[in-house]
């Protein structure tokens, strides 16, 4: 079933404080890595924690939020925004049983040139509003020359092949050339017997530091049930291991928030014992 959108008052979303927002970048090198499975469920878990959360799909030419949430068409949608026909709040909706903040695409998305000047219009009027976290989930490779500066952090997906693992490379350099913090996350670990270790992937990559995400049917699950895995399950190895790329990010606000039920703790304590050599986290 298709949701209809709730567009959302944003007369409260202000000045922001210092350290707000942290501008997270959710990219890879090619398709099909996961890039918004892993927006949206953490932007859910973060949300879960009280934060406030904006998620953008800047992704036009293949735009998924919607269609991973069961959502309509946003007709206020991303293309709008940047191109300056209407005000970035007036592209904000909730995604209602989390009061996610959302910007979506449209299937008859305006044709964008993301120059400087929409650039940072659009930018700086969302840096303006009271978020926690901004989630990009962008396009397959690089980010813009223009965009250098609004980002903080860069999420590098990637799946345990060497091909994966090489064109990921090449985004680690164009972060190290910009001198944004980025860090690994390899996706879908265990779902093949001939997928790379991870140290490899790591030493394809360049050695930054990683986080892992298995393969988990609890995934395959949400898309089916529209709804963010981390909400079907909290305690899905898949959910734990967002939690932990969360948690890194939870340190970079100034003001951590850990809401996290006691019977939730417990059982991520035994899921990572069990992981034995698995590492989540950084380095």
Not at 125 to 133: A, I, S
Not at 144 to 168: F, G, Q, R, W
Not at 207 to 216: G, K, L, Q
Request: hydrophobic share 35%; with cysteine.
């Amino acid at each position: 079933m298709v949701k209809e959108l709730k567009y959302i008052s944003l007369s409260n979303l202000s000045i922001i404080m210092p350290n707000r927002p942290y501008v997270i970048f959710i990219a890879s090198q090619k398709g099909g890595v996961g890039k918004t499975t892993i927006a949206v469920n953490l932007g859910t878990a973060l949300r879960y924690r009280e934060y406030q959360v904006l998620l953008i799909d800047t992704d036009v030419a293949t735009y998924s939020i919607s269609s991973h949430l069961g959502l309509k068409d946003a007709e206020n949608d991303y293309s709008k925004a940047i191109n300056g026909k209407i005000d970035v709040k007036e592209a904000i909706f909730s995604y209602e049983p989390l009061d996610l903040n959302l910007i979506l695409g449209n299937q008859e998305a305006e044709e964008i040139e993301e120059n400087a000047d929409k650039i940072n219009r659009f930018y700086s009027q969302v840096l303006k509003l009271n978020y926690d976290f901004v989630l990009i989930d962008s396009h397959p490779g690089p980010f813009s020359e223009n965009m250098a500066k609004y980002i903080n952090d860069v999420v590098i997906l990637t799946t345990p092949d060497a091909a994966s693992a090489k064109s990921s490379a090449k985004l680690a350099k164009y972060c190290e050339k910009h001198r944004i913090e980025h860090r690994l996350v390899i996706n879908r670990i265990g779902s093949s017997k001939f997928e790379l270790e991870t140290e490899e992937v790591e030493r394809l990559c360049g050695d930054i530091a990683s986080v892992i995400i298995p393969e988990d049917d609890i995934v395959q699950e949400s898309n089916t049930r529209h709804k963010p895995a981390y909400m079907v399950n909290k305690s899905a190895p898949f959910s734990l291991a967002i939690d932990e790329l969360a948690r890194i990010y939870m340190l970079k606000t100034g003001k951590p928030m850990d809401t996290e039920p006691e019977a939730d703790r417990q059982s991520k304590k035994s899921f990572f014992q069990k992981l034995g050599g698995w590492s989540l986290g950084s380095k």
